[in-house]
């Protein structure tokens, strides 16, 4: 009876993960609309990293601490920072360019993308449908790529890089799954957010250097909303997951984001809700579903054809 449970618990901290994160990257639309986007990421898990950890070193609130090894710190940097560094400057640029609404359903189809690579092409009617599946997700993609072909070069660069950073969001998932069979999900997370602050800050101070910012009342809690509730809690939450389920079974949940991220988008920032967006979201959700569901046990079909 306890695995129930703890299923339970896992799928309930991973709904509140993507309400967390809607609000995150409304946030962060808001900041990078001002702030350097290398700049707000950097700071970002710098200060959500080291809270994290001092949380991790000074109390007993989130388990035992316990020292790395030279081998789990070099894992650590390669893995984890290094590739959260890179997906934050994508998404951050992703942001600035184009809705945060657009963003967060490309981030939608990284399920698709992860089960496409953890299985190379069969011939199993399993293998068939995954593949399918990544048919309706970048089906989903052309409709959100097909009016910024239309329109100005800057609306097609943030949908590419939007597209980008789904891809790199589901190499992240399946790193941090990778690091969290040694680790806590707290530890990882804790880890890997400083250390991609540290990577990306002498190219974030060099931003500032450039361009004047100020950090105002505003600024400040929208910055400490999103290190709490964008960095410190959610990272904590999905890198615990990926110690249970599979990076594929725990990515689905990126579904939810898009749905909050709109709905805080569009009650904070008053971005409008577009025909586009819910046509998208349509194929992209259904080829998620698709790749998911275990069809051959539902219809007992044979496994290769």
């Keep these: 009876m306890s695995q129930p449970k703890n299923n339970a618990a896992i799928a309930g901290s991973l709904l509140l ?16 609309a001002f702030w350097p986007p290398i700049w707000t990421g950097g ?39 290094l590739s959260l560094a890179v997906y934050i400057v994508i998404f951050n640029w992703a942001l600035r360019l184009t809705s945060a609404s657009h963003v967060a359903l490309y981030l939608g189809a990284s399920p698709v993308w992860t089960l496409v690579w953890e299985e190379r092409p069969r011939r199993t009617w399993a293998s068939g449908q995954r593949y399918a599946a990544a048919v309706l997700a970048l089906g989903g993609v052309l409709v959100l790529f097909w009016p910024a072909l239309r329109a100005a070069q800057m609306d097609l660069l943030g949908e590419i890089l939007g597209l980008a950073a789904s891809i790199l969001w589901a190499n992240f998932s399946h790193q941090m799954r990778i690091l969290s069979a040694n ?22 101070l060099v931003e500032i250097a450039l361009h004047h910012i100020t950090i105002g009342a505003e600024s400040f809690g929208v910055l400490a909303f999103c290190v709490v509730f964008g960095g410190v809690i959610p990272y904590a939450l999905w890198n615990n997951a990926l110690r249970h389920w599979r990076t594929s079974q725990v990515v689905l949940f990126n579904n939810l984001i898009p749905l909050s991220t709109m709905t805080w988008s569009h009650l904070c920032l008053q971005e409008p809700i577009t025909g586009t967006f819910w046509a998208a979201m349509v ?22 054809f």
């Design 183 to 204: 680790l806590s999900g707290v530890e990882v997370a804790a880890h890997t957010m400083w250390m991609s602050g540290i990577a990306l800050m002498p190219l974030a």
């Design 43 to 81: 700071i970002r898990f710098l200060l959500a990293g080291l809270l994290l950890l001092a949380i991790l070193r000074f109390t007993s609130w989130l388990g035992e601490y316990r020292p790395l090894t030279a081998s789990q710190r070099r894992q650590l940097w390669l893995r984890g920072g």
């Design 283 to 304: 194929l992209i959700v259904a080829g998620v579903v698709l790749g998911q569901a275990n069809w051959t046990k539902i219809f007992g079909m044979p496994e290769g």
């Design 17 to 32: 993960v993507s309400i967390m994160w809607g609000g995150n990257n409304a946030g962060t639309k808001w900041l990078v």
